[in-house]
């Protein structure tokens, strides 16, 4: 049996908001696996458990590039370690430009962008420079470039703290407008169902069975209970099926929309600033002990 520990309990209370005794229990039920121990919080407190996607950890922005003719597009996350640097001008110019270097000279990964010429020097230097100029540190985090099928639109929301791409075939402007909103509010995993990775409708259908046993369900029902939620997960994670930010019923679905202008979607790039990067867990043990030492020496 694995030793559960405060800072374990503290970083998997950190990652769904769970009561601490909640996380202690299932960090003992799953012998220490964190991962483990989120699904049996979700299976037991619901989705309320889960909160990861908000624990972002770093700032900076996302960079944008978009041609004007909309057939060539980039965008590019810049990290820093304040929002403070990441509103500075110099910081943001930074972001564009490399943007527009992944659009224009299709840099392959963050090394060739790195390498290219910028300013006086190369990307590099000028991070460097600017590192030292503000004196906090700055990263090249990720890019992607896309070459349009129809017509690509773009979006930046929340002071570039989320950019999107979307490639549109078919329909009008406003639609290519409209789907890049979407997709920034409503962060879809994918497409379709097919864009979706198998593990994490592996865990979805898992979590089902296991809510659906504990509530008392037959045996012969739980994998038909977890089809269906199944099902309703990629309605959710999905672009197509998810329902349209703007739809004045509130029923009608991205597909449905797409169908009704005679459109379709070949493809999406969605970036969101720190996205999957964990938050720096502090010792809970220790924040414990430093307080009752203050407390103690205020006697």
Known sequence: MAAITASMVSELRGKTDAPMMECKKALTEADGDMAKAEEILRVKLGNKATKAATRIAAEGVVGLYLSAD????????????????????????????????????????VAALSALPMGEGTVETTRTAL???????????????????????????????????????????????????????????????????????????????????????PEAMLEKIAEGTVQKYLKDVTLLGQVFVKAEDGKQTIEQLLKAKGASVAGFTLFVVGEGIEKKVDDFAAEVAAQAAAAAAKV
């Open 70 to 109: 909309g057939g060539l597009g980039a965008l590019v996350e810049v990290n820093s370690e304040t929002d403070f640097v990441a509103k500075n001008d110099e910081f943001i110019a930074l972001a564009k430009g490399c943007a527009e270097l992944v659009a224009t000279r299709n840099s392959a990964d």
């Open 131 to 217: 590192v030292g100029k503000i004196g906090e540190n700055m990263a090249l985090r990720r890019l992607a470039r896309m070459e349009a099928s129809g017509r690509l639109s773009s979006y930046v929301h929340g002071g570039s703290k989320i950019g999107v791409l979307v490639d549109v075939i078919g329909g009008d402007e406003q639609l290519g407008k409209d789907l890049a909103m979407h997709i920034a509010a409503s962060k879809p995993k994918s497409l379709d169902a097919s864009g979706v990775p198998a593990d994490l409708l592996d865990t979805e259908r898992r979590i089902a069975v296991e809510k659906a046993r504990e509530a008392g369900k």
